[in-house]
């Protein structure tokens, strides 16, 4: 056989010259073109998928703090909620910025306990990603609500008495994963740092941060005595700088979503709207930018502050190594 | 959005156009399953959308994604390495999923027993000439070393796949190819379907 013969059946066996490979392709293309819009923290977690390396040097140590703050603080809320009134009485811009500044205050003060998140990000009108996080203490429950995501892993992470649990893509079932510290990706951002951040998100820093910035606020009543406060808030303290890739840096919104187009530009303004309950704790925050197709919707909406009951170990979770 | 963002947007676009079926191919058989060569791809985009900027224009701008893809696939195997047992388990896997369906087209299936029989080195190389259509001075901008140096193994690399060939012919019998079991799981050869 000569040399180009052997050549000549490699080159036969390309892939690309299969029956149904450009459609294939262009399959693939609009799959890989979405992920690219949807690439998140969340991705990183996954095992293999690089992503953005955040720095949390004494997740631990905040925790403690946190855990040992959080009783007086709820203490100092509730007093300043008798003392304050609620925080949609208040006439005027000032009066406003008041008001949610308060809100805010309270509500990280209820949050610091126990509380569920629903993060949601649209993009030009169609859900793009999703997560669910319920947090008691030092307990987080995980679940990107993408049915792409479902079962697969990555997709539902659980943090019961400092055990991590995750789900097995083979089979959908809960396993085992042991200590977060224990588990680093290498590249991306580790379970541990993922949760670190999640529960600073939770603590109220986060909120504090975006209601403290928020400039041209006005104000609005809804029908079930919320009220709606809106306003322009630099992306820059809403997306935090979050470590570098590639020599570029990386800026995170609120429970890990990598931020895209203007969010990505600290000193991008975007529309904040903090949406305050009658009982004077913020229900849902609602980031947006950018217009048409490229318009970007981010909701993060607050529940059972204080009140959502901590998650249980899976019982049927599996050691690692059983297989 | 600026005129320069609408720019840099319209070449992105432009540039994922082009060159996303050469990455989501050179990925599909680089990478250790499906969903790595996806994650990859979209890794290297990512990559090019952030350092847009510095990309060169043409043909080279393909050789730029691929020796983007090269590494990013490497730091994946990397990665995978250093797993703790969750992600050694998931290694496991690829290396199950790694192995390449039976194909019906005998002389195909030969061709793959061929490459998996191949070194690393050499079927990297050999691929990238033969299925990626890249020139030795392509070729070695993406391995990172001199043109000659790229001649060179890539001459030795077509000499060995024609020898693996050539032995696979002599023995067919018709049935599949025999593959010896130690190579399945260490050759870390696939052909990836696409996602």
Known sequence: ?323 | MTERERERRRRFDALFTSYSPDILAYCGWRAGSASDAQDAAADVFLTAWRRLDELPDGDAARVWLYATARRVIANQRRSSRRRVALYERLALDAATVARVPPSPNREEALVHEALRRLGSRDREILLLAEWEDLTPAQIAEVLGCLAMTARGRLHRARRRFRTAFEDLLARDDGGQPRREDSETSTTGYSVQPLP
Request: proline residues 7%; charged residues 20%.
């Open chain 1, 1 to 323: 056989m000569k040399a180009s013969e052997s050549l000549q059946a490699l080159r036969r066996a390309n892939p690309r010259a299969t029956a149904g490979y450009a459609r294939s392709v262009d399959a693939a293309a609009d799959a890989l073109r979405a992920q690219l819009v949807t690439t998140s923290a969340d991705v990183a977690v996954e095992v293999g998928a690089p992503g953005p390396r955040t720095r949390h040097p004494a997740p631990r140590r905040r925790l403690a703090r946190a855990a040992a703050v959080a009783s007086l603080a709820a203490v100092a809320a509730t007093a300043a909620v008798l003392t304050l009134g609620s925080p949609g009485v208040g006439p005027g811009v000032a009066n406003a910025a008041a008001a949610v500044r308060q809100a805010a205050t309270v509500t990280a003060a209820s949050a610091e306990r126990s509380g569920t998140a629903v993060v949601r990000i649209t993009h030009d009108g169609r859900a793009w990603a999703g997560t669910t996080i319920r947090w008691h203490g030092s307990d987080l429950a995980v679940s990107r609500d993408a049915p792409q995501r479902q079962a697969k892993a990555g997709s539902r992470m659980l943090l019961v008495d400092g055990t991590l649990y995750g789900i097995d893509p083979v089979d959908g079932g809960w396993v085992v994963l042991g200590n977060p510290q224990n588990i680093d990706p290498d590249s991306g951002t580790t379970p541990d740092e993922y949760l670190a951040a999640v529960r600073e998100d939770v603590g109220g820093e986060t909120l504090h941060r975006i209601v403290d910035g928020m400039t041209g606020l006005t104000t609005r009543q809804l029908g079930d005595g919320s009220t709606v406060y809106s306003g322009t808030v630099p992306a820059g303290l809403i997306a935090r700088e979050s470590g570098f890739k590639e020599g570029q840096p990386i800026r995170v919104l609120p429970f890990g979503y990598v931020a895209h187009d203007e969010a990505a530009d600290p000193a991008a303004p975007l529309h904040a709207a903090v949406t305050v309950s009658a009982g004077g704790i913020v229900s849902e925050i609602t980031i947006t930018w950018g217009t048409g197709a490229s318009a970007w919707r981010y909701t993060v909406a607050y529940s059972r502050l204080g009140a959502t009951t901590a998650p249980a170990a899976p019982p049927d979770a599996r050691p690692l190594r059983e297989r």
